[in-house]
């Protein structure tokens, strides 16, 4: 078992839908969770930072944590078709070593 | 948000030759920096964590030798891939911890690594 799960979709969705990413763990260390964009041969980008359990806001983006379950999401409200990309989840515990999910491939169609 | 930058962007080289990959952070202090390898529509290996003014920390399965990492100043870290072959090429990213920010983690835009 991978200590990071993802499906890799892909997932496509029409212009103005809501992106619903998530993302399960084994490590019970875990506790820093982040949401990451890969646009085609980029970097990945940072979207999400969120520390512990809770729920987090910023823009069109919800990021939410439940420790308790081990699983994390990611919401995209009102989607445009800049957001294809790949989303990626990572996680870590106190060493900051990050574990990566395996990517979530979107396409949001015009 | 924090730019880390990674310089050269793309990279040819010949076989047999070795080619270094500066990863930078531009607006903070990076004590802990990351390399990582990515092959086309796969996640993001870990290689090495890079701290500033110590050893590399690598991980399994990555050759030390091949891959040194130096890491002389809070804002620079190096990768060289030494003796390049073939099946080094990959798209290869820095990442570089702020401390200041929660300990956030930034990426850079990547390294293209062809070996011909």
């Known amino acids: 078992q991978k200590e990071v799960e993802q499906d890799p979709g892909p997932l496509s969705v029409p212009e103005g839908a809501i992106v619903s990413l998530n993302c399960t763990y084994s490590n019970s260390a875990f506790q820093y969770f982040m949401w990451y964009r890969q646009y085609s041969r980029k970097g990945p980008e940072l979207l999400m930072y969120?520390?512990?359990?809770g729920n987090k806001e910023d823009g069109r983006f919800t990021a939410q944590v439940d420790k308790s379950s081990k699983y994390i999401s990611l919401f995209i409200r009102d989607s445009q078709p800049s957001d294809s990309a790949t989303y990626l989840c990572?996680?870590?515990?106190?060493?900051?070593?990050?574990?990566f999910g395996a990517g979530t491939t979107v396409t949001v169609r015009a | 948000g924090a730019v880390v930058s990674q310089h050269p962007s793309w990279v040819i080289c010949k076989s047999g030759t070795s080619v270094k990959i500066e990863c930078r952070s531009l607006d903070f202090q990076a004590t802990t920096m990351f390399w990582y390898r990515q092959f086309p529509k796969q996640s993001l290996m870990l290689m090495a964590t890079s701290n500033e003014g110590s050893k590399a920390t690598y991980e399994q399965g990555v050759e030390k030798d091949k891959f040194l990492i130096n890491h002389a100043s809070l804002t620079l870290s190096t990768l060289t891939v030494t003796s390049a072959h073939p099946e080094d090429s990959s798209f290869y990213i820095c990442?570089?911890?702020?401390?200041?920010?929660?300990?956030?983690?930034?990426f850079g835009e990547g390294s293209w690594l062809t070996v011909v």
């Open positions: 969120t520390y512990s359990s």
């Open positions: 990572a996680m870590s515990a106190t060493n900051y070593k990050l574990s």
């Open positions: 990442s570089a911890q702020d401390r200041t920010v929660g300990n956030t983690i930034y």
